[in-house]
């Protein structure tokens, strides 16, 4: 069975780094079967997909949010995490890591039960 789950520091200042982890088990991050996505939605909002990282390790990102968010994976450990610098009170929401068929879009086969992210001083 295939599971993900997200962690990281819920509330965070303006102008600092978001760092989250999506910690996968089922199924290994370098499968070709899948991509990894990190997806978020404001609140009253909706889903907006942030980026994805396939399984060569290749990154995509939202034009939106090219210059602020980074992805990486640690095959290793079978992580992949969000990285969002300058953050603003914009940022907030609750953040999803999901796996999908596709490397774009919010369209996503498994979800992580996602993790409440607060800016604010």
């Known amino acids: 069975q295939v599971q993900l789950q997200e962690s990281g520091p819920g509330l965070v200042k303006p102008s600092q780094t978001l760092s989250l982890t999506c910690t996968v088990s089922g199924v290994s991050i370098t499968s070709d079967s899948y991509s990894w996505k990190w997806i978020r939605q404001p609140p009253g909002g909706v889903f907006e997909w942030i980026g994805a990282?396939?399984?060569?390790?290749?990154?995509y990102y939202r034009p939106s949010l090219r210059s602020r968010a980074s992805i990486s994976r640690d095959t290793s450990k079978n992580q992949f995490f969000l990285q969002l610098t300058s953050v603003t009170p914009e940022d907030t929401g609750l953040y999803f890591c999901?796996?999908?068929?596709?490397?774009?879009?919010?369209?996503?086969?498994?979800w992580g039960q996602g993790t409440q992210v607060t800016v604010s001083s």
């Open positions: 990282i396939d399984y060569t390790g290749t990154t």
């Open positions: 999901t796996n999908g068929r596709t490397l774009f879009g919010v369209q996503s086969v498994y």
